[in-house]
């Protein structure tokens, strides 16, 4: 799309930017932000720019970047996209995560093809005229009256410079009145002083001001409310209205800060520059669904064992999906995150202390490191009639488990941790042995998934068939569908007509349940996913 050429209606743009360090909530202010004008009546969505030269996170270590967020059509995404997601309940797609990698990828095709008709390809028009391009895109497709966009990384850093501009000159030529910046910053407290500091946030703004930006509003990262002097100074020195220095105090629940930032005038501050005529917020039920984050009925110790639990964003819509299956039973879910490496290389003697638990949660993974303990784990789960949920990985090994220690297929494995095993009870699926390159060629995004009356999994879901997202290589082996099958492990829905297997159950055990695909990407507050839902009620009665 021409950059100049007007979409269907007048979309019009909040930039997000973050600055002083990562971490600070930037995801969260975007994604309240977008609730506030998704509850004043208008249509919005959000992008989130990430400045890396990867085309997608899909490569990404999960322990350095967080989880990898799938949406339906197959796109392998920052985990901010979950945010955006379980904030607004609108379905992302891959469109909504623009990348360095991305754009340069589209510009050097271009140039390939011979589009720029012999000019010297550069940063400035070239790159951000792409970058503009894809913003618009998204407004002018989906018909936004506003599309929230969020730069990802720190204000300073090399990578962004060339979106942060992009976003200068969008400000430009579409006028004042159609975009708008929330800058994200902290107050930090150092314990010396006990006073909020504001020089983070002055440098800040004068460093994204040097390039050409200035802030029409202020997100202020802070421990405890900011208070009217820092606001006060931090006013003056930044030259922003008092009234649009928003205090982005703790919470006690991300769920209720669409609140925090409405009781502030957020949405009275974004209207006036934008000249919007709805600021009247229907709040529905999401303040009741809010406030079910911090009214608990006693508390559920449940442990997620997995790979990657050195980072827990690295399964941020685990915990998420958790915390919403608990709300919905007013039940607080304490995770304690477990490395399966602990009960492997003579390390099976801790499997005891899973009994402290009322639920065991295995996530997705990939790879032979921890995956010893992750079969040893949910073997322990069946052997002691614990409540027990698989996803994708936890799937996978759950059915090695069985063909282990129920079927007496005592080398059962899967060939992606073990290539020369003699019984693959997982194998590669077939359409994959020819594939060469690793990003976005594994088994990707929604599909249609049919339920078997009568199951477990019918009286979870109600219905049968659903659609679920999916993110694999490797799947169950059905030659050995017939031994597992007659040892009490039902195969409870398949997918691709009975190609693919998609949910396990015991019938005879308190709860032991595992999918093929990824539950979590599903989870609303409010709306808890079906198989967490059923895992923490069974876990509550454990």
Known sequence: MDVQSSPKIQSKFIFITGGVMSGLGKGVTTSSTAKLLQLAGYKVSCVKIDPYVNYDAGTMNPVAHGEVFVTDDGGECDMD?????????????????????????????????????????????????????????????????????????????????????????????LGHSNTLFIHVTLAPVLDVVGEQKTKPTQHSVQELRRIGIQPDILAVRCKTPLRDDARRKISLFASVEQNCVISCHDAPSIYKVPEVLENQGMLKSIAERLGLQRTTLKWGNWKGIAESFSKYEGSIKIAVIGKYVKLPDSYVSIYHALLHA????????????????????????????????????????????????????ANFARANNIPYLGICFGFQL??????????????????????????????????????????????????????????????????????????????FNQKYLDIVTKNGLVMSAHSDSGRRIETLEIPNHKFFFAVQYHAEFNSRPGKAEQAFEAFVKASAKY
């Open 81 to 173: 996209m979950g945010n955006y997601e379980r904030f607004t309940d609108i379905a992302m797609t891959k469109d909504h995560n623009i990348t360095t990698g991305r754009v340069y990828m589209d510009v050097i095709r271009a140039e390939r093809e011979g589009k720029y008709l012999g000019q010297c390809v550069q940063i400035i028009p070239h790159v951000t005229d792409a970058i503009k391009n894809a913003v618009h895109k998204i407004a002018s497709e989906e018909e936004l009256d506003i599309l929230v966009v969020e730069c990802g990384g720190t204000v300073g850093d090399i990578e962004s410079l060339p979106f942060l501009e992009a976003f200068r000159q969008m400000e430009l030529e």
């Open 398 to 475: 759950a059915i090695v488990a069985f063909a282990r220690h129920v079927c007496k297929l005592t080398d059962a494995n899967s060939t992606e941790l073990e290539s020369n095993t003699k019984n693959p009870i997982v194998d590669f699926m077939p359409e994959q042995l020819d594939v060469h390159n690793i990003g976005g060629t594994m088994r990707l995004g929604s599909h249609e998934i049919t339920i078997t009356p009568r199951t477990i999994a019918a009286g979870i879901y109600r219905s049968d068939s659903i659609r679920r997202r999916h993110r694999h290589r490797f799947e």
């Open 326 to 377: 608990g709300a919905s039973i007013s039940k607080k879910v304490d995770v304690y995150w477990i490395d399966s490496e602990k009960f492997e290389n003579g390390g099976q003697q801790n499997l005891s202390m899973l009994k402290n638990f009322e639920g065991i949660l295995v996530p997705g993974g990939f790879g032979r490191r921890g995956s010893e303990g992750i079969i040893s784990a």
